[in-house]
């Protein structure tokens, strides 16, 4: 690989024209640009084939960041002004760290939950309530569009789609259209809220959005949801499935790390609202209070084996460390790709020509085909000049455009990966009708009933 590094470096030209240390060379039109773009491409292929090849999406982007900026380092190492591409590898860094600190916590106290039993109770109390199928459709849904904004879509579609499979066993039809609707419900409910996706805690790490202006998007996002839900409901049989008598009790200390996850919630939006200071930082005060707990929770359960007892930094090691380093492999990408000039070639494409209402619902389809993440970071990255209403359409529109494709959002992606075949791809697509009616829907909501917002300057 070094040898390749070297023969591709050796390839791009000395770029002639004056520049001061102040200024950032356009590469656009350069060979360095044509090669990152080659290499971001190719490796936001294998991240699309992961499903197929095994290959961790982490590996391949993580790879294309090195080397993206081996070039620009490169490049303006040899123009004589190598510390610019420092300054800016270093913003980028920055951006990844508060994201990584706020993901972090979040993880380790939904893996916690998980290990307390938490929401294998949940599970067990639907399943045991004997509810029809039309009944626990909408019934998954609702806690699906409800517990997003708190636990994330990724989590919430986790847990839910256990349930489904849990009281959808033998009813290979309930259990795809209820996946289907568990990713809907679970993007939309999502879009409203800072904790509900990546983006939108990008949006309001980014000052952008003050906390409680994302409340707003709740209409638009309910909209979003109980249409293709309820064009759904009567492609299900209303039968009853067979009861279980499974039990679960949440292990000591359940309950605890619950409360001290909505705490912790409360802590980050304090320290960014009150003490204006970054939301990880209040988010790391709430590990310190479940580290703290383990402690207690710990002399509080002498009688569990040593293998069952909770350990806090099993759950740390616990955490999605390939999505997290998916993240910083795509952050350190596009932060290259935006500082060769590309994102503001794309900015006057889209917002300039486009205009931002027609740009930003782009946003959101782009984001079923490529992943929302990318997207939403190029366009904070490019940062147009735009309201406060479009800011909050760009942060609906990418975060329930990625329900258009089961590929579109991590919510889809995980489901396919445990539904046992019985959600896919093809299953998912026969909905997207539906779907993108929802989409459309909450978009022309958001216009009409935050018209006002439009007008708000950022």
């Not at 690989?1 to 023969?7: D, F, G």
């Not at 590996?59 to 300054?87: D, S």
């Not at 707990?293 to 007892?309: G, L, V």
């Amino acid at each position: 690989m070094n040898k390749i590094l070297l023969i591709l470096i050796s390839l791009i030209p000395s770029i002639s024209f004056a520049t001061s240390s102040s200024e950032n060379l356009d590469l656009t039109s350069h060979m360095a640009g044509y090669i990152a773009l080659t290499i971001f491409a190719l490796a936001y292929i294998f991240v699309m084939l992961e499903e197929f090849t095994h290959l961790r999406k982490s590996k391949p982007v993580i790879l294309a960041a090195g080397i993206i900026w081996a070039i620009i380092g490169w490049v303006y190492a040899t123009n004589g002004i190598p510390h610019a591409a420092e300054v800016a590898v270093r913003h980028n860094f920055l951006e990844f760290a508060e994201l990584f600190l706020f993901l972090l916590v979040a993880m380790t106290y939904i893996e916690s939950m998980r290990e307390r039993l938490v929401f294998d109770k949940l599970k067990v109390w639907l399943v045991s309530r004997e509810f029809t199928y039309r009944q626990l459709f909408w019934l998954t849904g609702f806690i699906a569009f409800f517990m997003s904004p708190i636990a994330d879509n990724l989590t919430t579609a986790l847990v839910m789609g256990a349930v489904v499979l849990a009281v959808g066993a033998g009813n290979a039809r309930f259990i795809s259209i209820g996946f289907v609707n568990i990713v809907v419900a679970a993007n939309a409910g999502g879009a409203f809220s800072p904790f509900g996706d990546i983006t939108t805690l990008m949006v309001w790490q980014k000052g952008l959005i003050d906390f409680q202006q994302f409340f707003v998007l709740f209409l638009p996002s309910a909209v979003n949801y109980l249409i293709p839900a309820s064009i759904m409901h009567f492609a299900i049989k209303n039968e009853k499935p067979k009861a279980t008598d499974e039990t679960v009790d949440i292990k000591t200390g359940g309950i605890l790390i619950t409360i001290l996850f909505l705490f912790t919630i409360a802590t980050a939006v304090s320290f960014h609202n009150f003490l204006h200071l970054p939301p990880a930082m209040g988010m790391m005060t709430g590990l310190g209070y479940l580290m703290v707990a383990s402690y207690f929770i710990k002399r509080q359960a002498p009688k569990e084996k040593d293998s069952e007892r909770f350990n806090i930094f099993t759950m740390v090691s616990r955490a999605e460390w390939d999505t997290l380093l998916f993240f910083f492999g795509v952050i350190v990408s596009v932060g290259g790709l935006g500082f060769m000039g590309y994102l503001a070639l794309v900015s006057e494409a889209m917002y300039v020509q486009l205009g931002a209402t027609y740009a930003n619902v782009l946003v959101g389809i782009l984001s079923a085909i490529v992943d929302n993440i990318p997207v939403m970071f190029a366009v904070l990255t490019m940062t147009p000049d735009m309201s406060l209403g479009q800011w909050l359409l760009v942060t609906l529109t990418a975060g329930v455009g990625g329900s258009l494709l089961s590929i579109g959002s991590a919510a889809g992606v995980a489901l396919m990966g445990q539904s046992k075949g019985y959600y896919t791809f093809v299953s998912h697509l026969k909905w997207i009708w539906a779907i993108a009616l929802g989409y459309g829907a909450s978009i022309v909501t958001h216009l009409w009933i935050n018209a006002a917002l439009f007008d708000v300057p950022i």
